[in-house]
């Protein structure tokens, strides 16, 4: 008789399972694993609730339906903006790759070199000033017609 008693009793550890898996599966940075397996999962969690309801245990079936229902959309929410800042953000190692080409491209003897040459130049033309002009020339005779 003991037995009977067992094999009715409401699945409540099951409905939690199932909205824990389904919400592990929503913060995944995993495209595809939220859409296809978490809500299934998360729709057999609220069924699962609806089921510990009608065996009689109301509040340990109403929790996991209200999460069910409210916390599952904003978990999901949290998940999409994780995959989506995954996508967006470049990695940091293609970040070091792009620092450390430029680190050589800096050390690198001719771009030394060129800088040098364009540092002289600019220094011998500041050193020079504006050419003089000759004191003792002629004015430009005016264009005739």
Known sequence: MNAAVDSRTAPVTATWICLGIAWLLFLLPVPGAAMFVGW????????????????????????????????????????????????????YQGYQERAGAAAQLQQSPA???????????AA???AEGPAPAPADSAPTPAPTR
């Open 40 to 91: 299934p999962l998360n729709l057999v969690a609220f069924i699962l609730s609806i089921v510990v309801i009608t065996r009689g245990r109301t509040v340990a079936g109403l929790i996991p339906l209200l999460s069910s229902i409210i916390a599952s959309p904003v978990i999901y929410l949290i998940g999409l903006a994780i995959l989506a800042s995954m996508i967006a953000a470049p990695s």
């Open 111 to 121: 771009m030394q070199a060129a800088d040098a040459a364009a540092e002289a130049d």
């Open 124 to 126: 011998a033309t500041a």
